[in-house]
């Protein structure tokens, strides 16, 4: 038997049933976008949140990133801080907006970066951070969300990897990822804690003013009948927005299931020779379960054998892409750098069976023991 890296809830016979005669009844209304569906999910959504904040359904993660930065006003000339250690996305929308991205390294023990990394980055040029909860973690979000006030910077949250996650700051409040910044995106990817069948996002935050440009924003700029700014299409579907709005209703449920897996992972996991596991954090969203061996592909071809499949995120790094080169000088981020050769996903979603798991533990068990014979 073998395990896939992922199974999105949807494939599952009871889910597309039951969704299937939803489907019909929405093809046979006629009304296929920005419709009533859209709009209870939007609600939905806001409601996850506990301040008193909004959401904009768009089309994409990617299409938020860049409406975000520019509700922002960010333009030529002003830097962004935002981790080399992320998905290309988040420095596409910076270049988007004909900013300038900088690239801050990781720490070397921890996929995201430091607060104080991102603190000695900053010029006069600065005008924003964009933190990323890489994986489901917002650990570290409190404290860059603290220098970001401390020198007046806008905060963007891309809470794509950790919809549903939370975490605690220095005085020991819970904050919920997405409520940190001025404003955040979401992306509703598939393989995302809460995943469309198909590509979808949405922006978030509590400033009803940027909220209210990014609804025209995303619709060709308009309002009404004038068209008030250059806008774009970003629009979600009813049929998205149908899917992702059964699918809020189950995150909590869907979280679960993802934190019980990671725990057992790292429970029958630990020890295992150079395999060096991710932090268990409280509030993490665990929407990838990544470790680090020195041998990562000697380790993924020999789970692959015995028929688990794996992922590698982000190999090579945003800085040794050509899409980055063709503009900017090289640059070298160390710790990004080793945890790109090093990083491997283990499989986790929910819907996982037991059988599964038990599966990927003894697989990661068995080729580490003939690897380091
Ligand atoms: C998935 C992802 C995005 C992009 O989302 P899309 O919906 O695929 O455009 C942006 N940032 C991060 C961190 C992501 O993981």
Redesign the pocket.
């Known amino acids: 038997m073998s395990v896939p890296f992922f199974r999105s809830p949807w494939q599952t016979r009871e889910l597309a049933e039951q969704m299937g005669q939803r489907v019909t009844e929405l093809l046979q209304s006629g009304h296929y976008i920005l419709g009533p569906q859209v709009q209870q999910f939007e609600r939905a959504l806001a409601e996850h949140f506990s301040h008193d904040t909004q959401a904009v359904a768009v089309n994409?993660?990617?299409?938020a990133?860049v409406l975000a930065l520019q509700l922002l006003g960010l333009k030529a000339g002003d830097e962004v801080i935002v981790p080399a250690g992320?998905?290309i996305?988040?420095y596409e929308a910076i270049v988007r907006v004909a900013a300038t991205p900088v690239l801050v390294d990781s720490l070397a023990d921890d996929f995201l970066c430091s607060a104080e990394q991102i603190e000695r980055l900053i010029t006069p040029r600065t005008r924003a951070v964009l933190a990323?909860p890489?994986f489901g973690d917002s650990s570290a979000t409190p404290a860059i969300a603290q220098r970001c006030q401390k020198h007046d910077l806008a905060l963007i949250e891309?809470i794509?990897?950790a919809l549903g996650a939370h975490t605690r700051d220095t005085n020991g409040r819970c904050q919920q990822a997405g409520t940190m910044g001025d404003i955040s995106t979401a992306?509703?990817?598939p393989t995302?804690t809460l995943g469309a069948a198909g590509?979808?996002?949405a922006v978030i935050s509590s400033r009803a003013d940027l909220l209210e440009r990014a609804r025209a924003l995303r619709n060709h700029g308009r309002a009404g009948a004038f068209h008030s700014e250059v806008g774009f299409n970003s629009r979600m579907d009813e049929l998205q927005a149908m899917v992702l709005a059964e699918g809020i209703a189950r995150l909590e449920s869907w979280l679960q299931e993802r934190r019980s897996i990671a725990a057992q992972y790292l429970q029958h996991l630990a020890g295992v020779s150079d395999v060096t596991l991710p932090h268990q954090r409280e509030g993490h969203a665990w929407n990838y379960f990544v470790l680090r061996s020195h041998r990562r592909e000697a380790l993924k071809e020999a789970l692959a054998r015995r028929g688990i499949d794996t992922r590698i995120y982000y190999d090579p790094p945003i800085h040794q892409q050509p899409s980055y080169l063709q503009r900017y000088a090289p640059i070298v981020l160390p710790n990004v750098e080793s945890h790109s050769r090093q990083a491997l996903a283990l499989p986790l979603f929910p819907g996982m069976t037991a059988s599964e798991i038990e599966q990927v533990v003894e697989a990661v068990h068995a080729a580490s023991n003939t690897l380091c014979q």
């Open positions: 994409s993660g990617t299409d990133l992320t998905f996305a988040c990323v890489l891309d794509a990897q992306s509703f990817y995302k590509d979808a996002g």
